[in-house]
């Protein structure tokens, strides 16, 4: 078996001590060699309420060390099956817009041009979509239009904002789509919920194709249910997967920007995402966990625990495209 990296051995140096990176993994400079990169998206510039989703990253690295190194329910032990390392932050522009988003594509693009599988930690949702634009001309996407389950409070279709502006955390799948980098019909939104603009504010996307699992929807179905269709919807096509930590109740995760209650609970959460086992996954980002506004840590917790059980699904398709 080749030799991965491995994070510092938790039974040797206790979870406090040391450097903070994500999972106690090394630190590397580039994702040569990886195959899933570790990688923050420090940039709250689309926050269209309450910032400081820009500490996201920095807090979700420090939360991680409470992460140990095998899932208790699968038995995936994702150091052992591939290689993956922390890649450290994207550049970023806190002070202008358009070029904070064409560094982080840009970033991004280096990632996914070593052909590793990037699971990133934003910052705002708005960070998804010059992903996206990275991504979906990626190795693994090999230019198709990706698909997309998504966790969220929020459609985030807006088209604008104060004044025409098109980029802001509540456009970046409009946006996504109109550009191509999305196909509408294999997009999925589970947890949506909350008081909107008006009331046609879905209108464009479900008329895209958008299937839109409201939270009523999801408590009538469960989450067994609503992920047979939600992976179903996704097929075996490349495929996105984007977890806005205000999908969860803020009662779980109260240090986000755009808080709405009656949200899905940690172990729902949990629950949908080990089913997402049989997704094509090219790619993965934890979204809006926003330090400033958290309580002792609580939704960084939440950031990075959810950031294990995707590492672990993905880790695990690494190894079975490894073994053909
Ligand atoms: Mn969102």
């Known amino acids: ?10 039974a040797e140096v206790p979870r406090f001590a040391g450097h903070s990176t994500f999972m106690r993994l090394p630190s590397v400079a580039t994702a040569e060699g990886l195959d899933i990169a570790l990688v923050g998206i ?10 400081g989703a820009r500490h996201g990253p920095r807090e979700v690295r420090n939360l991680s060390s409470l992460m140990r190194s095998a899932h208790h329910v699968s038995g995936i032990a994702p150091y052992e099956i591939a290689n993956i390392a922390d890649v450290g932050d994207l550049s970023v522009n806190p002070i202008n817009l ?25 910052g705002d949702h708005l960070t998804t979509l010059p992903v996206l634009r990275s991504v979906s001309g990626g190795l693994r996407a090999v230019g198709n239009p990706l698909g997309m389950i998504q966790f969220d409070a ?3 279709t807006n088209d604008t904002y104060f004044g025409g502006n098109r ?48 939270m009523e929807e999801f408590i009538r179905r469960g989450p067994d249910d609503v992920m047979a269709e939600a992976t179903q919807i996704v097929g075996c096509q490349p495929t996105y997967v984007t977890f806005d930590v205000d999908a969860i109740d803020p009662s779980m995760a109260p240090g986000t920007g755009t808080p709405e209650i009656g949200g899905l609970t940690t172990r ?5 995402l080990r089913l997402l086992h049989p997704v094509n996954i090219v790619g993965a980002d934890v979204v809006e966990v926003a330090p400033p506004l958290d309580v002792g840590g609580m939704t960084a917790l939440v950031g990075a625990t959810v950031m294990f059980e995707l590492l672990c699904i993905i880790a ?9």
């Not at 078996?1 to 938790?10: C, F, G, S, T, W």
């Not at 420090?42 to 910032?51: H, I, Y």
């Not at 999925?188 to 009331?199: A, E, L, N, T």
């Open 98 to 122: 358009l070029d904070g988003m064409e560094r982080i594509e840009k970033g991004m693009a280096q990632i996914v041009a070593n052909g590793a599988l990037p699971l990133s930690v934003g």
């Open 42 to 51: 420090p940039w709250d510039g689309g926050t269209t309420n309450r910032a």
């Open 1 to 10: 078996m080749p030799l991965y990296h491995q994070p510092v051995d938790a």
């Open 154 to 156: 929020h459609s985030d």
């Open 268 to 272: 729902e959460a949990q629950q949908m």
């Open 316 to 324: 695990n398709q690494v190894r079975q495209e490894r073994s053909g």
């Open 167 to 214: 980029y802001t955390h509540g456009t970046p799948f409009r946006r996504a789509i109109e550009e191509g980098l999305l196909d509408p019909t294999r997009i999925v939104q589970i947890g949506i919920r909350g008081s909107v603009y008006g009331p046609g504010e879905h209108d464009w996307a479900k008329a895209q194709g958008v299937r839109i699992i409201y």
